[in-house]
């Protein structure tokens, strides 16, 4: 028997041969692999669609916020017992000069009445200049109308969302809606847009409108959070540092009162706490797999009892006892492989379809098939099958010929 073309033949046909025994073996390996693709390739789709939306911003971006606000990613809706940012300081990070752009856009929760229904969310208030910077972040494309005029007070552009899945109406051009009881005008809807960590105001659920018409509407308010931009990604760190003295200044020394991230430092953090999230469950995926491996265990060791008759034979015509050995541990590793195989099919499938229902539901997931994550599961699969039959196959190695004959009679 040649090692390299027929022992592969020979383990494969007897896989067949056992037909559902096989089949049970396989589920195990199939569901640990599909676990495993699927979390992976979540967890790489949320840092992918972190990644190109911090790419929209540029390398020349700083956020400025209350501390701990970067870090767990959210930079919209209401923030209470915080402190402001008051013009002051506005003015002194503004006058920098390094620095070529700060919005100071102000916030406050509300409740939109459209027709007879009335839900809540967010109103974001800027300027008409600051809005068309905000524009350039990315966040912010319009779909539909125009932009703020300097005309403009009870104005304002709406969310994807709001215009076409909260209401039992759609919201179109030139419809008004009230805001905390006073009517503003829809001049602008946004381009749906899906939300990562990190990644500022959840577009799909906002409204947008003038700082004239937020005065109108809510108490004058002072931003907590402020995106600034710098004339070249070489100025980032200095800036930085600026910022921080600013603070400092205010606040004293070591303050923790704000703080200061650059777009490249919050990605980092953003994909350590995604990796620690995978590797947790990855760990708990993996008991899938290790079940499935005492199944090949199992399913080999059942074979050698089976097949004692035809070990004797194999060994009594000359078969060496790593011919045999190569057998069954070929036999185990096509368990461990076609198992792979389709756990990485449905694992993909998955996470495919998990990908769609959260950008439908308005976060960001980018799933993208990567060639070395198949390859791993597939030879991880088949190595986790070697190693569980190599017990069995290292048994049925040894077996005295004569021993194993007689056995069978």
Excluded: W
């Excluded at 390299?4 to 896989?15: D, G, I, S």
Aim: aromatic share 8%; hydrophobic share 45%.
């Amino acid at each position: 028997m040649n090692p390299l073309t027929e022992v592969p033949q020979y383990a494969l046909r007897n896989l067949t041969h056992q037909g559902l025994r096989s089949l049970l073996t396989l589920l195990g390996v199939v569901i640990g692999i599909a676990a495993i693709v699927t979390l992976f390739s979540l967890g790489s789709g949320l840092n992918n669609a972190a990644t190109e939306q911090f790419e929209k911003l540029g390398s020349n971006t700083l956020f400025v916020a209350p501390a701990g606000q970067l870090a767990s990613g959210s930079s919209d809706g209401p923030t209470t017992n915080v402190k402001t940012l008051s013009e002051s300081t506005i003015n002194k990070i503004k006058s920098i000069p390094q620095v070529e752009v700060v919005l100071a856009p102000v916030t406050a929760p509300m409740n939109i009445e459209f027709g007879r229904e009335v839900v809540a969310g967010t109103f974001i208030a800027t300027t008409p200049e600051e809005a068309k910077e905000f524009r350039n972040t990315g966040f912010l494309e319009l779909a539909q109308g125009r932009d703020f005029e300097n005309r403009d007070v009870f104005s304002v552009i709406i969310g994807h969302g709001l215009a076409n899945n909260t209401f039992d109406r759609k919201i179109k051009l030139g419809d008004k809606i009230k805001i905390e009881g006073r009517s503003f005008k829809v001049t602008g809807i946004a381009k749906e847009n899906a939300q990562s960590f990190g990644g500022g105001p959840n577009v799909n659920t906002t409204v947008f409108g003038t700082k004239k018409g937020f005065n109108q509407v809510f108490e004058e308010a002072d931003p907590v959070f402020l995106l600034v931009k710098t004339k070249s990604k070489d100025d980032v760190q200095l800036v930085q540092e600026k910022i921080e003295r600013i603070f400092e200044s205010i606040y004293g020394r070591d303050q923790k009162v704000f703080e200061v991230a650059t777009s490249e430092q919050l990605l980092t953090q953003i994909g350590q706490f995604l990796g620690i999230i995978q590797l947790v469950l990855v760990g708990i995926a993996s008991i899938s797999l290790l079940v499935g491996g005492i199944g090949i265990m199992n399913t080999m060791i059942m074979s050698v009892l089976e097949r004692t008759s035809e070990i004797g034979v194999m060994k009594a015509i000359g078969a060496t006892n790593t011919l045999v050995l190569s057998v069954f541990l070929a036999e185990a590793g096509f368990i461990g492989l076609v198992g792979g195989v389709f756990g990485v099919i449905f694992g993909y499938a998955l996470a495919f379809l998990v990908g769609i229902i959260s950008v439908a539901s308005g976060l960001a997931l980018s799933v993208q098939i990567d060639p070395f994550l198949i390859l791993g599961s597939l030879l991880f699969a088949m190595v986790v099958g070697m190693l569980s039959g190599l017990i069995p196959a290292r048994r049925a190695a040894k077996m005295d010929p004569v021993v194993a004959l007689r056995g069978s009679e």
